[in-house]
């Protein structure tokens, strides 16, 4: 008998038993989701009415053709900025960049160039997105205290954080697939950009210049775009491209901080926008001439055409000018400077895109 009570603990449980352990796992779930929500409600009290309906009716605004897509499909693909592709350009731009020039060093086939852009473009597109969750699980505590962010999908509770890590592990997947693709030397370059993918959300937290961590992220294709076509990786050309776009992109993301620093301020959240205030225009002019440098030195060293050098200052002259005009203290003014952006980094391209083809149909 004695036996019989020691193991009488090990029998199945019963359905009883069962029931009852579910029903706490559904009520420590749902207390879990109302502990959320009422931190979400907690955080949206801090606005009022008018700007709670203003974030709203922008985040509506915004939607465009997501719209017409199912309701549940929504908020993933809000999360991968789908709405607002001007991250995935900016993103892209600098490998157009890479793969364009080394396809000129060795005078790479056409079809070997546009192969490599093919698949840059859908690798920049699941890899922005997965940067955006990344950035938006990091910061779900910091983004609902800034109007412009808290309707962003976690924020707002309309996506849970383990189903947007399970996104996340999708879009990583997806995002490998597209990598497999290409030349191996572009797996094992792609690979130490991650660290610096998944650290960046950390750095404004702190120190003033996530924008640098961000910047070496967005750079990172000029390097992708060497072994992408078959050519060496010669940094003598790679590295002044690189450190080029990174000063680029260092200048345009200080402006679209801009937008956001009276709401940083009590968020606690820092950038360059915080820390160079009022001196901002002129150190972004000083960092404009240093990449107007940097971006001849590359020209240089890969023997490109005139093109290059043309379309460079033409697109130099551009950036000065939105330095100059851009108003810092308006929202609209920062984020339209920010967004031409795209236009000036194609006129770049367009350069080098047109030594390319002189070189492939024997006029350089």
């Not at 350009?89 to 960049?97: A, E, F, G, N, R």
């Not at 309309?158 to 189903?163: A, E, G, I, L």
């Not at 920010?338 to 149909?361: A, E, H, K, P, R």
């Amino acid at each position: 008998m004695a036996s019989i009570r020691l193991l009488s603990p090990l029998r199945a449980p019963t359905s009883k038993r069962l029931f009852s352990t579910c029903t706490i796992l559904s009520q420590l779930k749902n207390a879990k989701l109302t502990a959320h929500q009422a931190q979400i409600e907690l955080a949206r009290s801090k606005f009022t009415p008018q700007e709670l309906e203003l974030a709203r009716l922008t985040r509506d605004a915004k939607l465009g053709w997501l719209k017409h897509l199912p309701e549940k499909w929504i908020p993933y693909l809000e999360l991968m900025r789908l709405e607002k592709p001007v991250g995935t350009w900016l993103l892209l731009i600098p490998s157009y960049w890479g793969i364009t020039m080394a396809a000129y060093s060795i005078a790479a086939p056409l079809t070997t160039t546009l192969g490599a852009i093919g698949l840059f473009s859908a690798g920049a597109l699941i890899m922005r997105g997965a940067g955006c969750t990344i950035n938006d699980i990091w910061d779900r505590n910091l983004d609902n205290q800034v109007s412009r962010t808290m309707e962003r999908p976690i924020t707002s509770g309309r996506v849970t954080v383990p189903q947007a890590v399970a996104w996340l592990g999708v879009q990583c997947f997806a995002g490998l697939a597209v990598l497999l693709s290409l030349p191996w030397e572009c797996f094992y370059l792609g690979a130490f950009s991650l660290p610096f993918v998944f650290a960046y959300p950390l750095f404004k937290r702190f120190t003033y210049y996530p924008q640098a961590m961000l910047s070496i992220c967005f750079s990172w294709g000029c390097l992708l775009g060497f072994p992408a076509v078959g050519a060496p990786l010669n940094l003598w050309v790679a590295a002044p491209l690189f450190l080029s776009n990174w000063i680029w992109c260092l200048t345009y993301d200080t402006i679209y901080a801009h937008q956001d620093k009276k709401y940083d301020i009590n968020a606690g959240i820092k950038s360059t926008a915080l820390a160079w205030g009022d001196k901002t225009k002129p150190i972004l002019k000083g960092l404009t001439v240093t990449q107007a440098g940097l971006y001849t030195t590359a020209g240089v060293m890969n023997s490109m055409g005139p093109g290059f050098y043309i379309a460079g200052a033409i697109a130099i002259t551009r950036l000065y000018k939105q330095i100059i005009n851009v108003n810092l203290d308006d929202e609209k003014s920062c984020w339209s400077a920010f967004t031409s952006n795209i236009q000036t980094g194609f006129i770049f391209w367009y350069g080098i895109l047109f030594d390319y083809i002189m070189l492939l149909l024997g006029i350089l």
